[in-house]
């Protein structure tokens, strides 16, 4: 007859033997599913370039990013049309939504409005980042291509003296992929920027209305350089977002094979490349595909570990 | 001074010298450009919603649901409006169902070590800004990704290939999600559970993750949303299937490449069946939001 003593410690022994393999093999599998995030970064990454390396020995790396001529006939691949489209397109797009994006993240973030309008303004802000690419696409060949081909009609008979808008718009091309990738990246832009804006110490907009400063001197002044890092951020974000936007790009832009100076002429980008042709694609063609998704990929991580990276050291700022 | 004329003019004095001055007429212009930005900002979604739904509805009926694709028809023939997209629904459960059985498990697992077991850690830091570069990965990297790993090594298009191109892109959201619904958790909750005499996967399993489920399951309908809309993950893995497909082997059809191929053909009935695929799609991100803001209020 064990005592009470011996049998509790024998007790509360197995228990933690028990529990210890358990209580480790528990957190031991949720370790190797964090690693697994990083694991499934990098074999994307690795993937992707085992599979372009016949595309990388056949044109190495300058003829391929200067090569205008993309032909799976005669299996000739340069990827500079769609490069040049994809740069364009989505510096055109933050030209068009940083402004708008900003000043709809100071009326989110300032008090103009009642809290009742602008909970539901944000809600539909929000709403506009996640709608479908796709029903983007839809729209704009059905609604928006018809409703401003009349106005940029207008701008290439009277302006088209200027390269850029030397062709006549066809209600496909660069410009149509623009406004469309802006009205997809302005919630990033608008979202991220509020955050910076509401994130200032209240202290320095206290300090400034207390020295006498108006509402939009303290906004311009204080406010915005403050919070700039991290608009910065927002738009880096948005800008990554922008040049791996592919359906509503591939279905508006046109998919020439040609760069053209004018942004009424039909363009192509990366992503609608592959979107285009990854189907039915063989071959060679599959790596130099591969090779243009490794570019992309590139493109977006640097622009996108900048991003995270500035917007992380707002984050630290803030505290 | 106290009087009421000299308050009256003082105030009268200062709203006049306020009027006239240029710091007054500059904010004033500034406030109605930041309006007229927001303005402009929703014409679009109003735009886009009021065509959806205007030109969705034309075609809105059960049979959406459970017949196949007609072929291209010109306006005056007779089965012109007869026809669904029944077997993109199917492959838009298949595919989406896929991508949540691997990314969801996955996802809370790693979120689990992130708050519970490594929060505030170097390698915690680590794996949030992986999350975060993962997430601003293009989706149609996911696709070519999945289609090196899965396509060419199965020599077929299939809904399973479509099914990890979209648990990648899952991923990002319900680790974020769930990772701060865990560190939302008040600390209390696993002291009491400790001092019970609990162990930490208990701890976990059994109070900390039930605490976090409401937040937990708002990031995973939206990450759900999300997948079904994709279309560039989809559109050379999953491919598309004219005809009913229950094989996650073999090529399937999505709601979101239906848009796609249907949208750009010239025949109208197909660009018919195309906005009523994105009027399905986009109620399905509608009321994906809306309950995800319901279960977040309720908390």
Avoid at chain 2, 82 to 94: E, K, L, P
Avoid at chain 2, 264 to 289: G, K, S
Wanted: hydrophobic content about 55%; charged content about 10%.
């Amino acid at each position: 007859m064990a005592s009470t003593a011996e049998r509790l410690s024998g007790m509360s022994y197995e228990r933690t033997q028990t529990a210890r393999v358990v209580d480790s093999g528990f957190k031991w599998l949720t370790w190797l599913f964090a690693i697994g995030i990083g694991v499934t970064l990098l074999t994307i990454a690795f993937q992707v370039a085992i599979d372009a390396i016949p595309a990388i020995q056949k044109f190495g790396i300058i003829d391929f990013i200067t090569g205008v001529r993309w032909n799976p006939v005669e299996d000739i691949f340069g990827a500079w049309t769609q490069i040049y489209g994809t740069l364009v397109t989505s510096f055109i797009a933050l030209l068009i939504a940083v402004p708008i994006g900003l000043g709809v993240a100071i009326i989110l973030s300032e008090d103009f409005l009642p809290p009742k309008v602008q909970q539901p303004l944000v809600f539909m802000v929000e709403l506009l980042a996640a709608i479908p690419s796709v029903v983007y696409g839809l729209w704009g060949i059905f609604v928006l291509a018809p409703f401003l081909q009349g106005p940029m009609t207008w701008i290439h008979q009277n302006f088209g003296w200027i390269p850029l808008f030397s062709t006549p718009p066809t209600g496909r091309g660069i410009y149509m992929a623009s406004i469309i990738l802006a009205i997809m990246i302005l919630p990033i832009i608008s979202s991220i920027s509020r955050d910076s804006l509401a994130g200032v110490n209240p202290a320095l907009r206290q300090a400034a209305y207390g020295l006498g400063a108006t509402r939009w001197e303290t906004l311009i002044q204080v406010i915005i350089p403050t919070a700039i890092s991290g608009i910065i951020g927002g738009v880096m974000l948005a800008l990554g977002r922008a040049m791996g936007e592919t359906m509503a790009v591939t279905m508006l832009i046109g998919n020439a094979n040609r760069p053209s100076p004018s942004l009424f002429a039909q363009g192509s980008t990366i992503s609608a490349l592959l979107a285009n042709q990854f189907a039915e694609a063989s071959g060679l063609q599959v790596a130099s595909l591969m090779y243009a998704a490794l570019i992309l990929f590139i493109l977006t991580l640097l622009v996108n570990v900048l991003a995270e990276y500035i917007v992380s050291k707002v984050e630290i700022k803030k505290l | 001074m106290t009087s009421p004329e000299i308050t009256t003019s003082l105030a009268q004095g200062r709203s006049l010298t306020r009027k006239v001055s240029s710091k007054t007429i500059f904010s004033n212009i500034m406030t109605s450009l930041v309006i007229a930005c927001a303005i402009l900002a929703l014409i679009p979604l109003v735009a886009l919603l009021y065509y959806v739904i205007a030109q969705g509805v034309v075609r809105l009926s059960p049979q959406l649901f459970t017949q196949l694709p007609p072929p291209p028809l010109p306006r005056d023939n007779p089965q012109f409006s007869y026809g669904g997209f029944g077997n993109a629904v199917v492959g838009t459960f298949m595919t989406v169902g896929i991508a949540s059985l691997i990314a969801i498990p996955f996802g809370i697992l790693a979120s689990v070590y992130l708050a519970e077991f490594a929060r505030d850690t170097k390698l915690a830091d680590v794996i949030n800004f992986l999350t975060n570069v993962l997430s601003g990965v293009p989706s149609i990297v996911m696709g070519v990704f999945a289609y090196g790993l899965i396509v060419v090594k199965t020599r077929s298009y299939s809904a399973f290939a479509a099914g990890v191109a979209l648990a990648v892109l899952m991923l990002p959201t319900i680790v974020r999600t769930a990772t701060e619904a865990l560190e939302a958790v008040p600390n209390n909750l696993r002291q009491a559970s400790v001092g019970l005499g609990a162990s930490n996967y208990q701890t976990v399993l059994r109070v900390i993750l039930p605490a976090a489920i409401p937040a937990i399951i708002t990031g995973v309908i939206l990450a759900i949303a999300r997948a079904a809309g994709e279309t560039a993950p989809v559109i050379f893995t999953a491919l598309f299937n004219n005809f009913w497909n229950l094989d996650i082997w073999r090529p399937t059809a999505t709601l979101s490449v239906l848009v796609y191929n249907f949208a750009i053909t010239p025949f109208a009935n197909w660009q018919e069946l195309a906005w009523a695929a994105a009027l399905v799609l986009v109620a399905l991100v509608l009321i994906a939001n809306i309950l995800a803001r319901q279960i977040i209020r309720r908390r």
